[in-house]
């Protein structure tokens, strides 16, 4: 059998898109949420720091259209294109856990890229194409989707299939890599699983995912490294979960919220879950009156942190952001300070806490004014009570950064875009991919460059290099990075810094 005809096998099997598959309408953020109780704000203003200017005017452009899009396709923002998957028998109405048997994964095709076997230690490469061209010419080129590598050679992409970017999400394919992103395989998903969260390994193999099942939200978890599943209801009125931290095989915590109506990215009536069995049983709180939390990180099980925006956030204009900690995982919460001024994405909220200490944040400042809103980071070094602005160098003008990875306490990478001088600042595809990388917590960064193809798949776009999107760096020395392909892009290339 060769590759065409895999691809027609597969084909086969797939189900005709469900009408949520096609719902359209452009990404946005539309949500008009109810006002807030200012308990919360007056606690937070009266632990903020460093008082600055009031909120100012909408932000606007072509970043924050590029953000909303980049939000759709995650629970975060990632890349991912032309994804098929197999589907399995299944059926509504799920009251105990439902195990789904061992099934075998298929190699996708080689990538035309060969290996660059002349680039010293360290440097940044093209790995793969997630996609190769056999597979674009028979496909209907999807989203990109969300990238989880536990280990430098395991990685697993959440894929989403969805028909165009302007689609709902569709995030119903898996794939794995054992070679550090070299190589790809699809393995199956159960007919009517939609994840709604990215994946969180425990190890190698040891994953999970909040889903829905057939639109109830379940919480998907996998022993062998996505060949099986077992698919746990969730208590009714939880909603899905959408943000998840797996600290063990058994020991996960995570956000759900109730569904949203189509291409509404911002969350409301929040809760904070938490198994520690694998699912079997959950608790559930509550965060304060007025803040919607949109992402949590927690380094340990006892300690949490997490950001979000106030309850009352109407979409018309970006607002300060919030955040809260907690010491008894997720029992209680109490409200944090962060930099006047700092604003998240929601939904897009790149938040990560190396240790009880120390956490990196993401944020977005300048959103008063249309053209200055940038991308900026800020850093807590007692457990997200107090955060400290760490801006971006000026050799990386108009920083639109997707995503953060610290494989250390003062080692992080971050990825996205910037606009290079003369580009031309309004044009949509002006942005050049980049990464970024401290060593000292965030005061000084290297920018990396990252190589360009000399050739492609058939149909390949330069969309597909304008920005980065989901990474994730196992090790200090190892990331493995995928491009946040743009609108019209055909192929998604992975980039790797591995020896």
């Not at 063990?248 to 109506?261: D, E, F, I, K, N």
């Not at 380094?299 to 942190?305: A, D, I, L």
Request: net charge positive; charged share 15%.
């Amino acid at each position: 059998m060769n590759d065409l005809d895999v691809v027609r096998e597969m084909r086969a099997r797939v189900k005709a898109p469900t009408p949520a598959r096609l719902a359209r309408g452009r990404a946005r953020l539309l949500a008009a949420m109810s006002g807030a109780d200012t308990s919360w704000n007056e606690l937070q203003e009266r632990r903020m720091q460093g008082r600055r200017p009031a909120a100012g005017p909408p932000r606007q452009g072509r970043r924050l259209l590029r953000r909303s899009w980049l939000a759709a396709g995650v629970c975060a923002a990632a890349a991912m294109a032309v994804l098929v998957a197999v589907v399995l028998p299944g059926s509504p109405g799920l009251t105990r856990p439902l195990h789904i048997g061992w099934q075998p994964a298929r190699p996708l095709p080689r990538g035309v890229l060969p290996p660059d076997r002349s680039a010293p230690a360290g440097t940044w490469r093209l790995a793969s194409y997630l996609v190769p061209a056999g597979w674009q010419l028979n496909t209907a080129g999807p989203e990109p989707g969300s990238l989880t590598c536990p280990t430098a050679a395991t990685c697993y992409v959440l894929g989403n299939s969805a028909a165009a970017f302007s689609y709902r999400p569709d995030m119903n394919s898996f794939y794995a890599s054992n070679d550090g992103g070299r190589s790809w395989s699809v393995l199956p998903v159960a007919a009517g699983i939609q994840f709604t969260s990215a994946l969180s390994c425990a190890s190698a193999e040891n994953c999970a995912a909040g889903a829905t099942y057939h639109g109830q939200p379940v919480f998907a978890v996998t022993a062998d490294g996505g060949h099986s599943w077992t698919i746990d209801p969730l208590p009714a009125g939880y909603g899905p979960i959408f943000q998840l931290t797996c600290l063990t095989a058994t020991t996960c915590r995570g956000l759900a919220a109730p569904a949203q109506p189509a291409f509404v990215q911002f969350h409301t009536d929040v809760r904070f879950v938490s198994t520690s069995d694998a699912g079997a049983h959950f608790t559930a709180s509550v965060f304060p009156a007025g803040a919607a939390m949109q992402t949590v990180s927690c380094p340990t099980v006892s300690r949490c942190v997490a950001i979000g925006l106030p309850g009352s956030f109407d979409n018309k204009k970006l607002v300060q952001a919030v955040a809260a900690t907690s010491n008894d995982g997720g029992a209680t919460w109490s409200p944090a300070a962060l930099p006047r001024g700092l604003s998240i994405i929601p939904v897009w909220a790149p938040l990560t806490c190396v240790s009880e200490s120390r956490c990196f944040l993401l944020g977005y400042i300048n959103w008063q004014d249309p053209r200055r809103g940038v991308s900026d980071l800020a850093v807590s070094q007692d457990g997200g009570r107090t955060w400290t602005e760490r801006n971006f160098p000026a050799s990386v003008p108009d920083p639109q950064l997707a995503s953060i990875a610290c494989p250390g306490e003062a080692t992080c990478y971050v990825a996205g875009s910037y606009s290079a001088p003369g580009a031309g600042q309004d044009a949509v595809n002006a942005d050049t991919s980049t990464v970024l990388v401290t060593r000292d917590g965030g005061v000084t960064w290297d920018r990396i460059a990252l190589p360009g193809p000399s050739h492609g798949p058939s149909g390949w776009d330069h969309d597909a290099y304008i920005s980065v999107g989901d990474m994730q760096c196992p090790q200090v020395s190892t990331c493995i990075a995928l491009a946040a392909a743009d609108q019209g892009a055909k192929s998604v290339p992975v980039y790797t810094n591995a020896p």
